[in-house]
């Protein structure tokens, strides 16, 4: 009879580990049934970030940046970093690690990515390496309306970033809050692109992004996109482990987010070879970036002329949206109505999504099913 306990005692044990462990595949395209409901613009109590939801006084602002926790002023900056060959050792981020929002394209069809950083709260004096622009990044500039830094941009007719930047009014290289590091000495801002030393080119491009905040007219005005917060956690189904993966062809590019629960946030890994995967650090203090909110936004994503490196990815539009928050998901919903609305995020009920106070990294991942793209959590 003992025996007989003990057995059914340890199979029960197997099944709750297993239920608890169990990996769910995310459904890109179903209908979720949720009912939008009306949205307004979101404001902060003074002395609470628009883009973190916390406490401007707490943060310390090294000599030589500026943001937001400086000098009390909302000026989102932009800026295009490097994620080739999945970003490790001497390819790392540096500066990355103090953007509010960290938003991860596609960039090429084989699975490499591109990373656009939002810096608000603290706007750092060395951010690189600083890559070059596609009509995407455009379209995802207009909403935050923020100073821009990109070096080089796509000009293949059908993907063209400078004519996209004429469509909507400004000029790749001459307007006051784009910083386009193909210029010449005679911009204000050329002086804030330098080469860093130790560092083979492309991956050594440095963009002072303090100075080129400072550069921007003081009368200009950014369009509001405060982010709603919550006061309390996400309630949803556990996930503590969300796997990434753009393509079994390069696996550089597939990670895994790891939820700290001590720290409250997600670790990003990046997967080096079969189940290997590496922490993915800050090239100066070799920090681990995290983030306390993580949002995959679904996407249709073309290619202009069949090119593997011009991707058409849709930023106005909508779509199923996940939301992994304190070891939690949830499933909700993206709008974005126009070139000149922010994109609005949906929880599961049909209102705004609430993000926990904190750093956030969107994922613009596409909508089409393939055998090698997945995105699974546990």
Do not use: C
């Amino acid at each position: 009879m003992k025996r007989r306990i003990f057995a059914l005692l340890t199979l029960m044990v197997m099944l709750l580990t297993f239920a608890a462990s169990a990996e769910t595949e995310i459904d890109r395209t179903g209908d979720r049934k949720i009912d939008l409901q009306e949205v307004t613009e979101n404001t902060v109590p003074e002395g609470i970030s628009p883009t973190t939801g916390l406490e401007l006084s707490t943060y310390t602002v090294p000599e030589g940046f500026t943001g937001m926790a400086l000098t009390g002023r909302y000026l989102p900056m932009m800026v295009q970093v490097g994620n080739d060959e999945g970003g490790l050792e001497w390819r790392a981020p540096w500066g990355l690690n103090y953007a509010d929002v960290v938003y991860e394209l596609p960039l090429y069809k084989y699975g490499a990515t591109r990373f656009t950083g939002v810096f608000n709260d603290i706007v750092p004096d060395s951010v690189g390496f600083v890559r070059s622009a596609r009509v995407g990044n455009v379209w995802l500039w207009k909403e935050w309306g923020a100073g821009f830094a990109f070096y080089g941009q796509q000009e293949t007719p059908g993907s063209d970033v400078v004519e996209e930047f004429k469509k909507l009014g400004h000029y790749a290289t001459n307007d006051p809050i784009l910083f386009s590091g193909m210029v010449g000495k005679n911009k204000a801002w050329y002086k804030y692109y330098t080469a860093r030393e130790g560092l083979k080119n492309p991956y050594n491009v440095d963009a002072n992004l303090s100075g080129m905040y400072s550069l921007i007219p003081e009368d200009y005005v950014a369009p509001n996109h405060t982010f709603k917060f919550a006061d309390e956690p996400l309630t949803g189904d556990a996930a503590t482990e969300v796997l990434i993966q753009w393509t079994n062809e390069d696996e550089l590019y597939g990670a895994k987010l790891l939820y700290n629960a001590d720290q409250n946030v997600y670790e990003r890994y990046v997967r080096v070879s079969g189940k290997r995967y590496e922490p993915w650090v800050e090239l100066d203090n070799k920090e681990k970036i995290t983030f306390t909110n993580v949002i995959i936004q679904f996407i249709d994503l073309t290619w202009n002329r069949g090119m593997v490196n011009a991707p058409i990815v849709e930023m106005v539009g909508e779509g199923n949206a996940d939301f992994f928050m304190n070891g939690q998901h949830a499933g909700g919903y993206w709008k974005r109505a126009d070139m000149d609305s922010r994109t609005v995020y949906y929880g599961p009920d049909g209102n705004e999504m609430e993000l926990q106070p904190g750093k956030t990294l969107v994922i613009f991942f596409p909508k089409d099913s393939t055998e090698e793209r997945h995105i699974i959590y546990q």
